[in-house]
């Protein structure tokens, strides 16, 4: 499908976290990749990383859109009166056509409406990733960085000496569905126990203020006590956003729990080693190899999704889910350490990764592929239709 010079709109807005920015940004790539002619915007919410379209030279526009999300709004319309009207092409994130989040988020239900009123669709107005839209699927997405970012990356890391390693201690969900300190302390020590030389990177990003960004649920005293550790990671917290990417993009591996910041690893080729529980399993695959290391859902359950998280006491600071706990962070060590491995040297192809990964997935899920969703359906060549 070719017409020169198409108008389209990826309009995404949804929840403010890092990986919905990718997500919208990975649909931009795939609609723009089946025809390079065209010229593609995206509007997202403004309380997101809306700066990440501008390391993507295959959006030529970013709307950020200033509109609650969770509360009801009763001036939509003026919130998008800089939303320009007319596209070829209409694109909406899918969830808009999902009943249960439009009652969850008042928000996003308004911001819908009031784009139906303003946007005017020339050819169509379908969901981001329709193949009937013009798009290529499961494309790798690539984060095009500022040089001045990587200068400053690489001068605040210095000389390798060996593998680096970044550590993301937490997403932007309750403290409870993330390792404590001490756990975390456990994960660096078998790491520089099994891999000599080592050096961690600590990102994150602490709220400030009435910022409604989302930020990193790990406490200042808990970073304190990471940054102690014995191999002395380098701070790498509350940098500019440029900066960390080019931190990350400079180092071997990503560690992290699930959290949007890893779909933005991916997005810069580092590979993702996740500490996976709590309420989401990874959903987003980006051609780089990567690791989920899925606990005992038995003795640790999670991935809840929307329903509320098992909580229970972990002998730490505050109760935590089960897949979180001590317990299960040290029972899954040699895992941890065995991918990180994998990862580091380069071992693990991309689909070695993928088949791997849905196997115990679906494990997980009791056999239940419907169970299971991802991004472009890549699962489906794995595992059948979900």
Known sequence: MESAGERVLVNFFYAQPVGHAVEALHYCHGHHAADPGRRVSIALNANTVTELAGFCPFVERAYAIDHPFLEPCADSDARLAALPRHFDWVLDD???HQPFQLEAFPGMRDYYAASDRRLVAARRRTFAGNREAGYVPHRQLRLELPAAARRAAAQRLGDPGGPRIAVMPAGSGEPALYPSARSWALVLDALAEARPGVRFVLVGRIAAGDDRRTATSVAARDLEALLAHPT??????????????????????????HTGFGLAALAVATPWLALSGGRWFEYFFNRVPFRSVIPDVGRYPCFTQFAPADVRPDGDDVPRTPSMSRARIREDLPRLVTAAGELIDGSLTYEDALRDYF????????????????????????????
């Open 94 to 96: 899918g969830r808009r």
């Open 232 to 257: 002395r990671p380098v701070d790498a917290f509350g940098l500019p956003l440029a900066e960390q990417l080019a931190i990350v993009e400079a180092c071997d591996v990503f560690l992290a729990p």
């Open 359 to 386: 196997a115990a997935l679906l494990a997980a899920h009791g056999g239940d592929a419907s169970a299971i969703w991802s991004i472009d359906g890549v699962h489906r060549d794995y595992i059948g239709a979900g």
